[in-house]
Every structure is written in C-alpha cells, then in structure tokens.
C-alpha cells in the first residue's frame, strides 16, 4: 500500500497528500471547538490564554469529555469532543517529530485512541455528523496508514463543504484505499464544482494523481511478489 512509508517516494507522495489536506482545512476550524456542543474548549482558547500552556487546555478538554461519556455514554457530542481532544494531544511533546512532520510510535497510540473516540461518536448515529472533526480525523487515519478511513471521514466533510478542494480530497484518498469508483465519482464532482477557468487543470491533476497511484500499486504488487519468490 502506498501509505506505507518505507520508500522515498512513497514519504514524498504522502507529504503531497497531507499538504493537500492542509489546505483544505484552511483556516483550522477544526481547532476551534465549532460544532461538538460541549462548551468551548476549542483551540482557539489556547492562543487567547495568556496562563495555560497548549498541553494542560488540551489535556483538561480530554478530561472534561472523558468525564461526560462516563456520566452519558450517548452524549454523541462528548465523543467528538474527546476524539478532537485526543487527536490534538497526539501532536503535542514527545508524540510528534517535529523534524519530520511525523507522529511518533506514542503519537500513533494516541491517535488509535482518538479514533475509537471517533467511532464510538458514530455508532451513536449523530444526525448531522461533525465535520470539523471529521477534518481532524481524516489526518488521523491518514497518519495511521488508513486511507479508507479518511476517505470516510472526507465523506462527511463534503456534506458540509460541497467543495471542488473536498471532493478532490476525497477522490485522491478513495484511490489510495483502491475505492476506484468512489474516487471516480468524487472526481467528477470536483471538477463540476470548480470554476469554469479551472475544471480542465483539476481534471487534468486528478487524472493524473490516480494514474500515479495506480502505477505505485502495481510497483508495489510486484515487488511484493518478487519478495516472496524463492
């Protein structure tokens, strides 16, 4: 699988597609506690308190949620309160490399959790599911080697953002998790959804990121055949 990161060109791939979904995020909603109904605790308290330090807002959100799914495990929003809170905990200190932009093995662990949050929130069946979190977990999945995952969690993200930038996201990450028809369709719709002076450009690009996903595949597939061969 091309999210596997053992190869230059896969890290270099990878990297594309986390920038991209960078900027689909844009202005970092995700981060501000929009959408969970639990009471703020959002990023953005963060950067207006002038006596806490990131870990310890963090980590008090993560208790508050915690707290509240003890006390009503049907508290749908609490769950995304708690996987929002663990995802943003995963890029704290020793859990992220800085360096190279990647979350370390105690960063990953953080994130699983941030993601059985997350489904636990699901299973409840939320009528409108939060995409702002689900922004915050398609980068998780993503760093967990997950690609349908995120394509999931973009799924949602383009019930509220009928974007030409969402849809493009979401074809690329449906191609990496080999869902060529889901990423066909997303295709489509991020072309019609963009400009008329750019459809043919968007076209073009994801044309070609799925003609260069599939030809990683099909390195892939060989060289894992080659490996096996005695």
Not at 90 to 109: H, K, L, M, P, V
Request: charged share 25%.
């Amino acid at each position: 699988m091309l999210f596997d990161l053992q190869s230059r060109g896969r890290r270099t791939a990878v990297k594309i597609v986390y920038l991209g979904l960078a900027v689909l995020i844009g202005g970092g909603l995700v981060l501000f506690g929009v959408g969970t109904g639990t009471g703020g605790g959002g990023l953005l308290d963060i950067f207006n308190n002038d006596t806490q330090d990131t870990s310890s807002l963090i980590s008090n959100s993560e208790k508050r949620a915690q707290r509240a799914v003890r006390l009503n495990p049907q508290d749908a929003a609490a769950w995304a309160e708690l996987a929002r809170a663990r995802y943003l905990r995963a890029g704290q200190g020793d859990n992220f490399n800085e360096t190279e932009g990647t979350f370390t093995a105690q960063g990953q662990r953080q994130l699983r959790s941030a993601e059985q949050a997350w489904e636990r929130y699901l299973a409840l069946r939320p009528a409108r599911p939060d995409a702002n979190v689900a922004r915050l977990m398609a980068q998780a999945y993503a760093a967990l080697n997950d690609p349908a995952g995120a394509a999931d969690a973009l799924e949602i993200v383009t019930e509220e953002d009928p974007s030409s930038a969402a849809f493009s996201q979401l074809a690329t990450y449906a191609y990496y998790a080999r869902q060529d028809r889901k990423g066909d369709l997303a295709a489509a719709k991020a072309v019609e959804l963009a400009p008329d002076a750019q459809k043919r450009a968007v076209r073009v690009q994801l044309e070609r990121t799925k003609r260069d996903i599939l030809e990683q595949q099909m390195q892939d597939a060989v060289a894992n055949g080659q490996a096996t061969t005695p």
